[in-house]
């Protein structure tokens, strides 16, 4: 999407764009799953199983990446929001690795 001034110049993208993301990384989520044994369902006897997800990047997009589930192969993509809340995508300065 474009933005305009009042003169009609066009002004800079002000949304953020992905840049601390690279194909080949791998995106670690915890997914939390209920499961309720059918002896005990309604009387709220059940667990919670938590599974670790690993997804490969396979494309970069300004806003948004896409990737594919390592275990299953399918694809999936993240936002820069959902980047951001994981930790994987910051504003400002890029951190410095050792």
Same mark, same amino acid.
């Given at each position: ?26 995106? /670690? %989520?915890?997914? +939390? ?5 059918? @002896?005990?369902?309604?009387? &709220? ?5 938590s599974e ?18 390592? /275990? %299953?192969?399918? +694809? ?5 929001? @959902?980047?951001?809340?994981? &930790? ?11």
């Open positions: 999407m474009q933005y305009k001034d009042w003169d009609g110049n066009l002004l800079p993208d002000p949304a953020p764009r992905i840049r601390n993301i690279h194909i080949g990384t791998i995106i /670690k %989520t915890e997914h +939390k799953i209920i499961e309720e044994p059918l @002896e005990t369902r309604g009387r &709220g006897q059940h667990r919670f199983i670790v997800r690993e997804y490969e990047v396979t494309a970069i997009y300004p806003y948004m990446v896409q990737t594919r589930d390592c /275990k %299953t192969g399918l +694809k999936r993509c993240f936002s820069y929001g @959902e980047l951001t809340t994981m &930790g994987l995508e910051w504003k400002g300065r890029r951190k410095q690795s050792c």
